[in-house]
């Protein structure tokens, strides 16, 4: 199979269509030292960086190709696993930013999640793509912790710069005094392929003229050879690319993050194992599942219990 490379990054930013890229984002103009800020000071002066837009070399899709932009939302929801055997796990809370934007001089969206780990409440990891608002092919994704670690690809046509931490997203975490060293390496792809796992995966989706009986596929980069099962994403390159298959089951009402009952499209990922409920009207995620641990269980994405609620951007309930 073939070889490649991806990641993600994390920012927070306000939402309007297709701003000019500001030197800071909000809450680090505000001068404020949390965590999440003192992260997103980091991922500014990384993004400020990137290389040119990518070349208009096209990927192989089957289907229709998705065709961006997508509208703008903010989401915090909280994933709970259903296991089938043994004790389940506390709660992970999200927080997912998607914004339009100019980047480089090129129309461009860039998607951010922030996680916490198992029953905390602070966020632990951040990721982010940026890809071409129209095409969603990628420019730039990064996975960073809040001790520092992080992995970064930065796509400049077929040619990818990795810029990591030696220490790695896995590893134990940074002692007292510890440096982080960094490494960089670069590649060519060997074609063309969407940032699926980062980040970029639900955005398609949300473009994709979903139907009953649609289905469609496209090339992505994975961190496993011969598998999508375990939805690994690519941290150290060279990469490799696979195919991410996904169809339409049907329509039906769910409440899912959105707290009343929503008619929706039911698509499946089944290289992955997810399942999306996708707004027939409106486009927008109602609910998402996906396997637990080693495949025991099924997380179920919800609302949070306290503010912010899921919710969208321009403010209106689903």
């Known amino acids: 199979m073939q070889r490649i490379s991806g990641i993600r990054v994390l920012l927070s930013v306000a939402l309007s269509s297709f701003p000019v890229v500001q030197s800071v984002p909000p809450t680090v103009a505000e001068g404020k030292t949390t965590p999440q800020a003192n992260v997103e000071r980091q991922v500014v002066a990384a993004a400020n960086a990137v290389p040119p837009a990518p070349s208009a070399t096209a990927p192989y899709i089957t289907g229709d190709p998705p065709r961006g932009p997508v509208k703008p939302f903010v989401i915090d929801m909280v994933a709970r696993l259903q296991p089938d055997t043994g004790p389940g796990l506390p709660p992970i809370i999200f927080h997912d930013?998607?914004?339009?934007?100019?980047?480089?001089?090129?129309?461009?969206?860039?998607?951010?999640?922030?996680?916490?780990?198992?029953?905390?409440?602070?966020?632990?990891?951040?990721?982010?793509?940026?890809?071409?608002?129209?095409?969603?092919?990628?420019?730039?994704?990064?996975?960073?912790?809040?001790?520092g670690v992080f992995v970064r690809h930065q796509f400049n046509g077929r040619h990818v710069t990795e810029t990591r931490t030696i220490k790695e997203l896995k590893s134990p975490a940074v002692g007292a005094g510890e440096k982080l060293g960094t490494v960089t390496s670069e590649f060519d792809l060997p074609e063309p392929a969407f940032t699926w796992?980062?980040?970029?995966?639900?955005?398609?989706?949300?473009?994709?003229?979903?139907?009953?009986?649609?289905?469609?596929?496209?090339?992505?980069?994975?961190?496993?050879?011969?598998?999508?099962?375990?939805?690994?994403?690519?941290?150290?390159?060279?990469?490799?690319?696979?195919?991410?298959?996904?169809?339409?089951?049907?329509?039906?009402?769910?409440?899912?993050?959105?707290?009343?009952?929503?008619?929706?499209?039911?698509?499946?990922?089944p290289d992955t194992g997810f399942t999306f409920w996708i707004a027939c009207k409106n486009p927008r995620l109602i609910q998402v599942n996906w396997p637990g641990p080693k495949h025991n269980g099924t997380f179920s994405m919800g609302p949070r219990e306290e503010p912010p609620l899921g919710s969208y951007s321009d403010g209106k309930r689903p």
């Open 97 to 147: 930013v998607l914004v339009n934007m100019r980047w480089q001089g090129h129309k461009a969206t860039r998607r951010t999640t922030a996680t916490t780990r198992p029953g905390e409440t602070e966020f632990y990891m951040w990721a982010t793509v940026i890809f071409d608002a129209k095409t969603f092919m990628p420019y730039y994704s990064e996975y960073r912790r809040r001790d």
């Open 197 to 269: 796992i980062e980040n970029t995966g639900l955005p398609i989706l949300l473009s994709l003229p979903l139907r009953q009986g649609f289905s469609g596929s496209v090339p992505v980069i994975s961190g496993e050879r011969d598998t999508l099962a375990n939805n690994k994403p690519c941290t150290v390159g060279p990469c490799y690319v696979r195919r991410m298959t996904y169809h339409v089951i049907g329509a039906e009402d769910v409440k899912g993050i959105s707290r009343v009952p929503v008619h929706s499209w039911k698509v499946s990922v």
